[in-house]
């Protein structure tokens, strides 16, 4: 890379961890026109990706994956095809991003680059998932979270846990889902990673929840409630008044459910909330003031 290319990659960098993403891009495509390296194509295609310009991403991976190939850089040649599934699946074509994990897959296995293995591994599981192949996404998950306990990555194996997880709730195995959560639980807090922390007990509390054990379920919601409202998150605050809402209806506690449902419809409407969602909330407090107009 000549100093001229350097100093705009380099510049390129700055903008990107400031998630100015549009700039970055136009500035990497400065660093690539002086100079074309691998570098600036995969954050060029990052950049356009995280602002959702998924033609303009792919370009820059297609081309990286050519200069990749051309400088026989089976790595980068891995990450690239493993950004072009990330594309497909942003375009909710889960084949065709299946095909590209794939292909990803079996370079880092040839390469022994075990980290990437477990990534490409987990994209799998998701694709299954976001397919209903609920055994299939466990089966992947699982494999990648043996391969991140290989590579000592805490972060992939709490992920990984959590996931398997959510698959066991979903198939009706709350017990054995509590059990994965709470193994995420454990990892998360010794990464002092706040969020998922907060995540995971809402998650445990939903568990509960499923096995119509309220009094649990509400103690998990309201750690988890009390975590997220220390850290500012909105979100997460809105999905526990919610969960919080459904264990008072589950206990013909209509006032209580409403008060909260309220609650959270306030603070889905503060950030993008999809219409289905706040609808369904609607829904929901409708039919509570319904209720209570009878009894």
Not at 24 to 36: M, N
Not at 96 to 120: K, M, P, S, V, W
Not at 124 to 146: M, N, P, R, S, W
Request: contains cysteine; charged residues 25%.
């Amino acid at each position: 890379m000549n100093p001229e290319a350097q100093k705009l990659f380099e510049e390129a960098e700055g903008l990107f961890k400031d998630n100015k993403f549009a700039e970055a891009a136009r500035i990497y495509s400065l660093s690539i026109a002086e100079c074309p390296t691998l570098p600036a194509y995969l954050n060029q295609g990052n950049s356009f990706f995280s602002i959702m310009q998924l033609d303009e991403a792919e370009e820059a991976f297609f081309l990286g994956l050519e200069l990749a190939r051309d400088e026989k850089d089976r790595w980068f040649e891995g990450i690239f095809l493993g950004n072009l599934g990330f594309v497909e699946s942003a375009r909710n074509d889960p084949q065709a991003a299946l095909n590209y994990y794939l292909d990803a897959l079996a370079i880092f296995r040839e390469t022994g680059h075990i980290r990437n293995e477990a990534d490409q591994l987990c994209s799998i599981g998701t694709v299954h998932q976001d397919l209903g192949e609920t055994e299939y996404a466990l089966k992947y998950f699982g494999q990648a979270l043996l391969k991140y306990k290989e590579a000592g990555a805490k972060r992939g194996v709490g992920s990984q846990l959590n996931n398997m997880g959510l698959i066991l709730a979903r198939m009706n195995r709350s017990s054995q889902a509590e059990g994965y959560f709470n193994k995420a639980l454990e990892i998360f807090k010794e990464l002092d990673d706040q969020t998922a922390i907060a995540a995971q007990l809402m998650n445990i509390g939903s568990t509960y929840r499923d096995r119509q054990e309220s009094k649990q379920a509400l103690k998990f919601y309201d750690e988890s409630m009390a975590l997220y409202s220390k850290l500012g998150d909105i979100w997460g605050m809105a999905m526990q008044y919610s969960n919080i809402a459904y264990i008072h209806a589950m206990d013909n506690n209509h006032q209580g459910a409403l008060d909260n449902f309220r609650k959270s419809k306030e603070l889905f409407s503060k950030i993008d909330t999809p219409e289905w969602q706040m609808e369904s909330l609607d829904q929901n407090i409708k039919k509570l003031i319904e209720l209570l107009q009878k009894s």
